[in-house]
């Protein structure tokens, strides 16, 4: 059974910078795309930046510049640097993986940032 694992969540000043970790386990194939989304209460949860097998990024609106994912397929690790950190960053940060039609999802860590 698929499982991903954040951390590196916490509290952070306006401006700092966090780095996120995901570890992915329980699989024998490769996802086609492995990153980030995140949501905060009341709103859908939207994209932060994936990454394909062949290393191609996608990011969120206004987050290219701030943050950079990378992934690492012989840890099976997909990483969130994020700097110039906002209050409105604030959120759950969820990791993401997909391969085909299969969706999956890590359980959340908690970004607060605060002004």
């Known amino acids: 059974q698929v499982q991903l694992v954040e951390s590196g969540g916490g509290l952070v000043q306006a401006g700092g910078s966090l780095r996120l970790s995901c570890a992915a386990s329980?699989?024998?194939?490769?996802?086609?795309?492995i990153g980030w989304y995140r949501q905060t209460p009341g709103y859908q949860r939207e994209l932060v930046a994936t990454v394909s097998y062949g290393g191609t990024a996608n990011y969120g609106d206004n987050m290219k510049g701030r943050f950079t994912v990378s992934r690492d397929d012989t840890k099976d690790t997909v990483s969130l640097q994020m700097k110039s950190l906002k209050p409105e960053d604030t959120a759950v940060y969820y990791c993401y993986a997909n391969w085909g039609p299969n969706v999956y999802w890590g359980q959340g860590t908690q970004v607060t940032v605060s002004s």
């Open positions: 329980g699989h024998s194939f490769a996802f086609n795309r």
